[in-house]
């Protein structure tokens, strides 16, 4: 099975260019989540890839055919939308049944069924019932279940969990990750919350402006961002970015930050940079990856900074702490258990490794 | 919704006499109202002296059917026929190919915003500056005084109404809801059957009724445009005005005979009428 292709895919609304050229491989019985911030292209492309939008350029492929011209009916998708747009008209029972029905599935099969899926998503009692009866938690849960009723070569979803508060989009994210995992079916999914990206997918797509930024598995993404952007919108709280120089420093090669302290790359690293002397950077350095410097120790691969904390936000698990390094707000998340207080100086220990360089003028990691 | 609004509270004192007010002024408008729909009823059935008697007679003596009969035997119920033809099919052609022509607009986003204003444009032209025109073209095409003429005629000025509305009404049902259908398995038409129409209910069966109302009604064009054998009912009650007399009992008669059938269909479809079918659909 080949499963789903887009080659060089373009969308105009009028003059607003929403897609611009996208060449993606969506592998089968994957989940793909398309992430990207407000507006980028994410839903119109969900949306041509089911049918429900032109493609004004390119291709979108299915097993090998082009599907451009073919009606949603016929390209055996389901789709979740995200404001769920049940039918209002029929019972719960009907609202997961309809998709069998209009593909003549046989009365006791699809009684069948839409029990079975009702079971999954426990909600066996709300069948009865009409959508205007059902909390917003519950019509989320009738919507996932007139997809997952169905034996679809695909299953879309729109921002699904938007419109949840934070506790239920949590159960529900782990729940559609179980149902991935029972069901092993092709899933895409879109989302502009990168925490939901990083838990969900087995590969992410990064969107930018109808371009895409990144695609790859998700630590990939997250270790070995290719950009400033794709850097800087995976992560919560986001990476810190410091303007710096490289230098060369007796003997290595070094990053010298606005306190003038130099920070040393690591030996695995210096040689990619060692033409690069002199070239202003900006470093990228994610909140975990800062440490307390408990022992003064010198631990290979780490650079020490001293700072002044600024603010102490705890969050039980860790305890985040803001300070500057020369003009910029710097974020570190710490172990939760000393208790720094404002004011205080404290030394901390940033892991190169996993530092990132980026070229201010290209925004490309270097 | 809330549960709120079925628990009322219990009636004490103030809200108790507060409840009494309302309720009278609210028989006190309804006896206004219904006032000239009992008289016309009550007129139709009285004697010509009861009629004229000074002071007037509240309640005819006797129910009197005479002008009734005599508006049969005379064939004058015809025209009541004729605006029952000419009002429904109109409303049911008006409404087919408006709902279609709204469909369009509302989705595909037809003609851009202009379109939609133009064509509601229409319906603001006032009948008697056209109607001389009209006459002249129908007597071009042969359409004086026939069905297809007035039917024709009240289809071309229904439609701009039926339009407007009913892309108000399809606008208002999400997008989603159709675009589910569509991936769900249902074909354009099937989506607009099984999805639009029992959401648009309301709208259709309102839009409908106010549609064959106007036909029904409609007096200047049917005046002009008809002579003796596709009189409707409005037209025909003017026939009743004389120089020397005027013949209020055949009046009151016709009317009743015309107000009835508006007066059903309404009534029959008052289920229909209500409001928020679309409930439930989205996120909420
Ligand atoms: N029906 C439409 N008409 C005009 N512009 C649209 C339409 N749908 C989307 N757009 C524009 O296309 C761009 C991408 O939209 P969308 O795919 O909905 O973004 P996302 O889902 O990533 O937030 C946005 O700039 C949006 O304003
Ligand atoms: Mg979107």
Known sequence: MAGLRLRGVHKFYGKVHAVRGIDLEIPDQGFTVLVGPSGCGKSTLLRMIAGLEVVDEGTVEVDGAVVNDMRPKDRDV????????LYPHMSVFENIAFGLRMRKVPNAETRERVH?????????????????????????????????VRDAKMYLFDEPLSNLDAQLRDEMRTEIKRLHQELRTTMIYVTHDQVEAMTLADR???????????????????????????AGFLGSPAMNFVPARIEAENGGLGVRLPDQTVLALPEGRRSAYADQVGKTILIGMRPEHMHRDREGEQRD??????????????????????????????????????????????????????????????QRVI | MSDAAIHRKPLFGRTRRRMTARFAVAVLILIIFLFPVYWLFITSLKSAAEIFARPPVWYPAEFNLRTFAVLFKDGDVWAIYNSLIIASVSTVVAMVLGTA????????????????????????????VIVF???????????????VGLILLYIAFNLPYV????????????????????TDGCSRWQALRKIVFPMARTGIFATAVFTFIFAWNEFVFAMILTRTEVLTFPVLVTHYYGAQSTFWAKIAALSVLGTLPVFFAVATLQRFLVRGISMGAVKG
């Open chain 2, 133 to 147: 025109p009209v006459f002249l073209m129908f007597v071009w095409f042969g359409w004086i005084d026939s069905y």
């Open chain 2, 101 to 128: 022509a709204a469909y369009s607009l509302a989705r595909f986003k037809t003609g851009g915003q202009n379109l939609a204003i133009w064509i509601i444009s229409q319906r603001m032209i006032p009948p008697i």
């Open chain 2, 163 to 182: 339009i407007w509305m009913m892309r108000g009404y399809i606008e208002d049902i999400p997008i989603e809801v159709e675009e589910s259908a569509l």
């Open chain 1, 116 to 148: 079975r899926a009702a079971e999954m998503l426990g909600i066996p009692e709300l069948l009865e019932r009409m959508p205007r009866q059902l909390s917003g938690g519950q019509r989320q849960h009738v919507a996932m279940g007139r997809a997952l």
């Open chain 1, 301 to 362: 691969g780490f650079g020490r900074i001293s700072v002044t904390v600024e603010i102490v936000e705890p969050m039980g698990a860790n305890t985040l702490i803001n300070f500057h390094l020369g003009e910029t707000s710097i974020l570190a998340r710490l172990d939760a258990y000393a208790a720094e207080q404002p004011g205080q100086k404290l030394d901390l220990l940033v892991d190169m490794n996993r530092a990132v360089l980026i070229d201010p003028e290209s």
């Open chain 1, 78 to 85: 389901a789709m979740v939308f995200q404001n769920y747009a």
């Open chain 1, 204 to 230: 992410i797509v990064l969107l930018r402006d109808g371009v895409i930024e990144q695609e790859g598995d998700p630590l990939e993404l997250y270790e070995r961002p290719t950009n400033r952007f794709v």
